[in-house]
């Protein structure tokens, strides 16, 4: 008997195109398929891997790329500053003069100094130089015991603050080293070519080594220190001093001496700081002599 295609299956020809070969499989290949991403996940992953490799090709739109974005440059941005801030506690930990300090820290940068290498630092200075940052008694007194609790060191445009906290979190004291500053007192050390009567700062007041001399040593023995601050730095200088001439204003409580040396047929002048009180005491025994 033939059946139209409109006709209704039998339950057996409906038994046979149900359970047929392709049916069979395609069920057992759809079943292994959910069966292996259940247990394997590679769809997530093959999906992953995709977008990954392609990540770099689509356009980063929208506010969860942007969120994502902020964060990473956050995480670049903190690891970058605790980086520098590292480096910049092992540079200070490693510094044996005041010019390391400020080329350590850059503006804004910060750091805690102990008090014991910021008393390194200082000693390392020639007392002149030191009595110009800050006068030794009183360093004596903020160094002393617990007055002060730490010494904050903090980065400048030209140079570094430094400020003496105590246990209260208040400052007792701040200190700023300007890099100019410090190249300068150094480089007092170094004497310049010529002789005192090339230098208009001292005209007028350029005595010979004798006469200056003799008026210094009548001045009390406790006042001849704050006129001759770093006498080692003489001491130093290879040469006879020719003249002395006197510096024709005050610095910061202080004046310059000029001492003219003559070796091997060059003139040099080397400057040195002086109490401008003491400095006063001998242009009138000066004045008095000269009268």
Known sequence: MIQKWHDPFSAGEWARRTFSFFNLGLLILTAAFGVSEFRFDWCEKLM??????????????????????????????LNRIITQREDSRRSIQNADSFSMVIESLGPGEWVTLEKEQFKTLYLALSPGIGRQLID?????????????DRIFCEGMMDG?????????????REIALKKNTIEE???????????LSEIEAFSGRIYSVEKFFEAMFKLPDEMIPELMVDPELLLKQEGNIQA???????????????????????????????????VW?????????GS
């Open 244 to 278: 002395v001439g006197i510096w024709n204003e005050a610095d910061g409580g202080f004046i310059k001496l000029g001492f003219e040396f003559l070796y091997r047929g060059q003139d040099r002048v080397l400057m040195i700081q002086a109490r401008e009180w003491a």
């Open 48 to 77: 992953g891997s995709y977008l990954l490799a392609t990540n770099n090709l689509r356009p980063e739109t929208g506010a969860l790329w942007e969120t994502g974005r902020q964060t990473s440059n956050a995480h670049k941005s």
């Open 160 to 172: 570094v603050t430094l400020y003496f906290i105590d246990s209260r979190n208040q400052v007792i």
């Open 136 to 148: 030794p008694s009183h360093l004596v007194w903020l160094l002393n015991g617990n007055i002060t």
């Open 281 to 289: 005491q001998l242009n009138l025994i000066l004045k008095k002599e």
């Open 185 to 195: 007192i150094h480089s007092r050390n170094t004497p310049v070519q010529g002789r």
